[in-house]
């Protein structure tokens, strides 16, 4: 598709010329950031429908796909029909997705992640950097000796090594959110006075010696990227400062590109924020009537994250977090704040608005943050519910349900 500046002669929107994420070029700058899909068999297996929804995907021409969280070890699962990458067998599946996204010319990063405390699996007891109670799950897990540290740094690397083998374009470690990684990262959720923990760089220790694994693991060329979260949500959490310091340590270490979000967190709407820049017409009209009573969350809430990381590294910075609009996207571009601009909700929305904006279309994205999609992570497959009357119905009978039998 021509977009439709470059076809009358104008320039080309920024979003929309290509990028480098290491050895990696991509066909523009617009990412979809991983979001779960609960689409995968009870093992982890991919499934047809796995394979058909990132065919999708790729097909509406996004820069790069990055896949939900798939777990690098049975005991760091986060939810039911999650992605999982922990043997050798579920290689071939994962190779009919990468299969099916590189037919449309798309690129695609497999998410790695382990849950830690932040598990929604009833089987089992969590594991976590010390005896913290999960502020989201409220689950109390097992305090991971030095045999399960090594463990769990081992299985992200053969989770990376598997993920070359099925054919992806490289690897985007789950460093943020509330989950292994940004756990042992938060002086919250680490209490610990070993070497993994006491101190900001001992805190950080994890992350970086899972990253230098699955370097190790993928070699020199192979892009690796990493979510960070660089701020606790919770009292007594890890502070911007340290955050920003331990990205800029990652950044030196070699990773191919940081994407910043909170880390630990007390509500996961810290980092799915409600209703950004819809106005009262707006919900109105998609009957978001909620929104008349909550304000609008704004725009791009992890630009200042980006900023100061920009400011002290030269790496490729993917800004995610509240995009919705071709003005918001041109302006972070231009003016430096981020080299990269990933949207999960509204690819739920609209998995084809890459093509669209290539076609000239310019605005606001359709997508609301309501958050419905959200609602239903674990338990149906990842959609709009917006876009079907009858689905709309539904959850709002599953909601009211869910009220009366508290």
Request: hydrophobic share 40%; aromatic share 8%.
């Amino acid at each position: 598709m021509t977009p439709a500046g470059l076809a009358a002669g104008g320039p080309l929107p920024l979003y929309l010329q290509p990028g480098r994420i290491g050895s990696l070029t991509l066909r523009n700058r617009i990412v979809r950031a991983a979001t779960s899909e609960t689409m995968a068999e009870e093992d982890g297996a991919v499934t047809d429908q796995l394979v058909g929804f990132y065919e999708r995907l790729s097909a509406g021409g996004a820069g790069l796909l990055v896949t939900g969280h798939i777990y690098v070890d049975p005991r760091g699962q986060c939810s039911p029909r999650q992605m999982g990458l922990y043997d050798d067998r579920l290689v071939p599946g994962f190779r009919r997705l990468t299969d099916a996204v590189h037919r449309h010319g798309g690129a695609i990063f497999a998410e790695i992640s382990h849950a830690g405390s932040q598990c929604m699996m009833s089987a089992g007891v969590p594991l976590a950097p010390s005896a913290v109670v999960n502020p989201i799950y409220e689950r109390n897990p097992d305090v991971a000796t030095e045999e399960d540290i090594a463990h769990v740094i081992a299985a992200f690397a053969s989770a990376a090594r598997r993920a070359r083998e099925a054919g992806f374009d490289g690897v985007h470690i789950h460093g943020g959110n509330g989950y292994l990684i940004a756990e042992f990262g938060s002086p919250h959720a680490n209490r610990r006075d070993d070497r993994w923990g006491g101190d900001a760089e001992g805190r950080g220790r994890f992350a970086r010696s899972v990253y230098a694994a699955v370097r190790a693991a993928v070699g020199p060329d192979f892009p690796v990227s990493m979510r960070l979260g660089v701020m606790d949500s919770v009292p007594h959490g890890l502070t911007l400062e340290e955050g920003i310091d331990r990205a800029v340590a990652l950044a030196e270490d070699g990773v191919d590109a940081l994407e910043l979000t909170y880390a630990v967190m007390d509500s996961y709407r810290d980092n799915i924020r409600p209703y950004v820049a819809v106005d009262g017409l707006r919900a109105l009209r998609d009957w978001a009537i909620e929104r008349l009573w909550t304000p609008p969350a704004p725009q791009a809430y992890y630009r200042t994250f980006a900023k100061k990381l920009k400011a002290r590294a030269d790496v490729p910075v993917i800004l995610v977090g509240g995009l919705r609009s071709t003005d918001m996207m041109d302006e972070v571009l231009s003016s430096g704040s981020a080299d990269f601009l990933a949207f999960a909700r509204p690819f739920i929305r609209e998995p084809g608005f890459p093509n669209m904006l290539a076609a000239g279309r310019r605005g606001q994205l359709d997508c609301v943050s309501c958050n419905i999609c959200l609602a239903h992570d674990g338990y149906d497959p990842l959609k709009c519910w917006r876009l079907d009357p009858a689905d709309l119905w539904a959850h709002g009978r599953q909601h009211l349900s869910s009220l009366f039998s508290r």
